[in-house]
């Protein structure tokens, strides 16, 4: 099982990003995609979540409205779509997989995300 995330770096605030998590080695279509994120001297905090067998989405409060999580079956990737990106988005996120929300049984690598002032 492997799970790349890619798409972080620096952006102002107000700015965007899109990140990417790209998977193989499992069924994707059966599997629950979801993205955490910590910041410095925080606990990890579950940020959004795409179910893929029944293409529910699910968001924290600080990221509604936000944040876009979509799934190309395809591709057997994810991807978040961060717009209006504030300075308490500052965070290494990591993309992982599990056999329902916000269960993760599988994690990737994180990507780091820097909204500066």
């Known amino acids: 099982v492997q799970l790349q995330a890619s798409g972080g770096g620096v952006v102002q605030a107000g700015g965007s990003l899109r990140l990417s998590c790209s998977t193989s080695?499992?069924?994707?279509?059966?599997?629950?995609i979801s993205w955490f994120r910590q910041a410095p001297g925080k606990e990890r905090e579950g940020v959004s979540c795409?179910?893929?067998?029944?293409?529910?989405?699910y968001y924290t409060d600080s990221v509604k409205g936000r944040f876009t999580i979509s799934s190309d079956n395809a591709k057997n990737t994810v991807y978040l779509q961060m717009d209006s990106l504030k300075l308490e988005d500052t965070a290494v996120y990591y993309c992982?997989?599990?056999?329902?929300?916000?269960?993760?049984?599988?994690w990737g690598q994180g990507t780091q995300v820097t909204v500066s002032s």
């Open positions: 992982t997989a599990g056999p329902d929300t916000w269960v993760p049984h599988f």
């Open positions: 080695g499992f069924t994707f279509e059966d599997y629950a």
């Open positions: 795409i179910n893929n067998s029944d293409g529910f989405t």
